[in-house]
């Protein structure tokens, strides 16, 4: 597996990594702890090193999940998890966000025991919280780097000006956020703000939440506790619309001889070289498709036709139910 750095922070990682939330939150049923734990030892045996969770995630328990099963190559291993929402103490349901300093650290303190490690490698606020200014915010994670505890700071689903403010305070190390062939939104402000700081970049979502893989169409059934169902872009209607994507990411697949996903990551790949996608899966085939995306070279020429191609497509629906939409790119 090729390496990537994020930026100019020195943070060195896979140039895919994988997303750990869907083993056991909002993708459906979890997978059986020994499985979940199987899938991401095979994503170390094949090359990756960089994982992400969050203390949101099951909640609480995809932490664990993540420290249990990297425990025996930590070392060699990049753990991203991230902070900003209030969780009931008693059922770890969200009850808003929150990332005042003091509880940032009290996080960091809970997620580095769950994820069995002195150090968080890369620690991300996970929503911008509007009662925070962002500056007290850097700062706070600004403390926990010069403690030991964290040793880079990140922003998730940050607005260009948030990610200056912020970067003044404790340089970024990178901006997570939602980044694929149908939802660009970040090359208008934020793409051209990280390459002038030199902040690395690290889309989720990078396969449309599976709509890209061409596994989904307007018959797709999700699971009862799957998050898809309120999601307008994963609507029947909307399914339908942005069957267009699905059919030009196939030609061009066919015409490379990849995979649909492999076309959407190597996409990813190709835009910046401080560029490391973050897709998930909860099955060993789709994780080794997943990671030979980095193998496929797509040329100017070929990178120039998908941008033509796409061009006139129009993608239907919201990426998020408006409660959720209201939290990004503040």
């Not at 948030?162 to 980044?179: D, G, K, L, N």
């Not at 934020?190 to 030199?198: K, N, R, W």
């Not at 190597?266 to 030979?292: C, M, Y």
Request: net charge neutral.
């Amino acid at each position: 597996m090729q390496k990537r750095s994020l930026g100019r922070s020195g943070l060195e990682v896979s140039a895919i990594g994988l997303g750990c939330m869907g083993l056991n939150f909002s993708y459906g049923p979890a997978l059986e702890k020994t499985q979940a734990i199987a899938l991401i030892r095979a994503a170390v045996d094949r090359g990756v090193t960089f994982f992400d969770t969050a203390e949101v995630y099951g909640p609480l328990t995809n932490e664990e999940l993540v420290g249990e099963a990297l425990a025996p190559v930590r070392d060699r291993m990049v753990i991203a998890t991230k902070f900003g929402f209030d969780l009931d103490p008693k059922d770890g349901k969200q009850r808003g966000l929150s990332s005042r300093p003091e509880h940032i650290k009290e996080v960091a303190e809970a997620s580095l025991k769950r994820l069995k490690t002195d150090v968080i490698d890369l620690f991300y606020q996970h929503r911008v919280d509007p009662n925070v200014p962002i500056e007290d915010v850097a700062g706070a994670v600004k403390d926990l780097i010069a403690a030991g505890k964290v040793r880079h700071f990140g922003l998730s689903e940050a607005s260009a000006g948030t990610i200056r403010r912020a970067h003044a305070v404790q340089p970024v190390a990178a901006v997570q956020s939602e980044y694929s062939l149908w939802w660009r939104q970040p090359e208008a402000e934020v793409l051209p703000a990280l390459e002038e700081l030199g902040i690395g970049f690290v889309p989720y979502s990078p396969l449309g939440k599976g709509f890209l893989t061409g596994a989904i169409d307007e018959t797709t059934t999700f699971a009862a506790t799957d998050f898809r169902n309120s999601v307008p872009r994963f609507s029947p209607e909307a399914r339908k619309a942005n069957q267009g994507v699905v059919e030009v990411l196939g030609e061009i697949a066919a015409q490379k001889q990849a995979t649909l996903a492999q076309i959407a990551l190597a996409w990813l790949l190709a835009q910046k070289p401080w560029i490391a996608p973050i897709p998930g899966t909860t099955k060993l085939h789709r994780l080794e498709e997943n990671l030979k995306a980095a193998d496929v070279t797509l040329t100017a020429a070929d990178l120039k036709d998908i941008e033509s191609a796409f061009s006139s497509i129009a993608v239907q629906g919201d990426r998020y139910p408006p409660h959720l939409l209201a939290l990004v790119g503040r």
